[in-house]
């Protein structure tokens, strides 16, 4: 059982910057997902587990970047240049594939999110 806890989220103006933490157990391929208000969950990036191998979402590539501490569990997502469609609640998720999956679908585990607000 592969446990998820999700932290870090906010309220922030346009232009400015949050780090998201996921606390991990197991060793898994950890994404992030987010979902804004009547929208469909979307990727936003991915790392596996020995963190050589990430993906992005095109519309964050470039102002997000992700990361992984394994000593400590967690995986990080850093957001720079946030705009206010960046606003969602975020979701880690862990994935047995060994490459990060851009579908939901593959992800077997999700934490309970955390909201990001961005103000313009």
């Known amino acids: 059982q592969v446990q998820l806890v999700e932290s870090g989220g906010g309220l922030v103006q346009a232009g400015g910057s949050l780090r998201l933490s996921c606390a991990a157990s197991?060793?898994?391929?950890v994404g992030w997902f987010r979902q804004a208000p009547g929208k469909e969950r979307e990727f936003v990036a991915g790392?596996?587990?020995?963190?050589?191998?990430?993906a992005y979402a095109a519309s964050v590539k470039g102002r997000f970047t992700i990361s992984r501490d394994n000593a400590k569990n967690t995986v990080y997502l850093q957001m720079n240049n946030l705009a206010p469609e960046d606003t969602a609640v975020y979701y880690c998720?862990?994935?047995?594939?060994?490459?990060?999956?851009?579908?939901?679908?593959?992800?077997?585990?999700w934490g309970q999110g955390t909201q990001v607000t961005v103000s313009s």
């Open positions: 197991g060793r898994s391929t």
């Open positions: 790392v596996n587990y020995s963190g050589g191998s990430t």
């Open positions: 998720a862990a994935s047995k594939f060994v490459a990060p999956a851009t579908i939901a679908s593959v992800y077997n585990y």
